[in-house]
Nanobody, 128 residues
């Protein structure tokens, strides 16, 4: 089992940056693909980014491509989301999630239903 705890959220002005972290427990963290999702009030959960366990494949949602960067440090059991050029529409609760899948080195799923474990989320608010 994997437990995930997000941190790094907060209030930032439009155009600013934040870096989210997601710390995972368990010896098998490095074998999981990791993803970030977000959900704004009244909206459906949205895929943000995903990274394979190897770091060999990365996917981004269209709305964040070119502004956000996902990375991971398996030695620290941590995945990061660097968010630059933030916009008010990026305001949401951000969740990290872990997916075992087929264990392939390029497995980095976009679908939330492919993820096995979820953190509780961290709030990001971008003011205009």
């Amino acid at each position: 089992q994997v437990q995930l705890v997000e941190s790094g959220g907060g209030l930032v002005q439009a155009g600013g940056s934040l870096r989210l972290s997601c710390a995972g427990s368990g010896r098998t963290f490095s074998s999981y693909a990791m993803g970030w999702f977000r959900q704004a009030p009244g909206k459906e959960r949205e895929f943000v980014a995903a990274i394979a366990w190897s770091g060999g494949r990365i996917n981004y949602g269209d709305s964040v491509k070119g502004r956000f960067t996902i990375s991971r440090d398996n030695a620290k059991n941590t995945v990061y989301l660097q968010m630059n050029s933030l916009k008010p529409e990026d305001t949401a609760v951000y969740y990290c999630a872990a997916a075992r899948g087929d264990g392939g080195s390029n497995y980095s799923p976009r679908g939330g239903n492919e993820y096995d474990y979820w953190g509780r989320g961290t709030q990001v608010t971008v003011s205009s």
